[in-house]
């Protein structure tokens, strides 16, 4: 099921949707989802309670929240967090159990009653070599296995200094092969400018709004409608506390992928900012 929440008579106006027709299946709203991503992090086991405190200190009534513990300490977290906090992997194969030394299958995460999985992230696409095509196939196990997915895209530098129109044709290579598998009951895309991943330098909120309005017009086009205003889209890249009011602010944003914050109890203020910007 589709996540929604009430719509506010004031939403019915917001320029973003103006491209949108004024129907019932588009009006939905978007509940906001935040993720913390602790990438390879923390070092050692009696660190892990401290950051899972970070999590249960969360507000989740008004927003779904997932963590993406390293895979070694995934079963553990699960263990500990508490209801209403997803556990999402940040990667999975594609093929699940069987032989594929040093790889977690989806079966093994659906038997830990884990419902998301993250892929996509640009440390993998850039480290590991993750191509779109691979992408694809473990989109399409994960949905198939009736689990849920977190889809990170975003453009580097370079792109994003050559303009909207270069980053959104990263963007749209990154989101062509997955666009049949679009749905917004089971996927989330996490737009993370590789520029601002861990380097302090946040996209501004105007930058992040026009990027996530131009990625949901790609998909109002070559999706659906229903489906480009149903669907969540994430931010990622050095979101904080501090810059969490304006971005949350952005109606197309709807929510934000943390890596270093999460590792800190500003995670909470993220979540609390996002959680009453989309319910005012
Ligand atoms: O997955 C999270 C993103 O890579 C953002 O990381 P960051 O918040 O440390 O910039």
Known sequence: MIPVRPIQARERRLPHQ??????????MARRPIVGGNWKCNPESMAKLDGLVENMNACD???????VCPSPLHVACVCSKVKAGINVCPQNCNFKGCGAYTGEVAVEQMKDLKIEWVLIGHSERREYFQESNDLLAEKMK??????MKCVYAIGEKLPEREKGLESTMAVCIEQLEKVKGLLDPAKVVIAYEPVWAIGTGVTATAAQAQETHAEIRKWIAKNVSEECAAGIRIQYGGSANAKNAPELS???DIDGFL???ASLKPEFKDIVDAISSAKSA
């Open 18 to 27: 103006s491209f949108l027709p004024l129907s019932p299946h588009v009006l």
């Open 60 to 66: 989740a009534s008004k927003c779904d929240i997932y």
């Open 141 to 146: 196990l994960i949905l198939d296995s009736g």
């Open 249 to 251: 602010a952005c109606p």
């Open 258 to 260: 943390v890596g270093g």
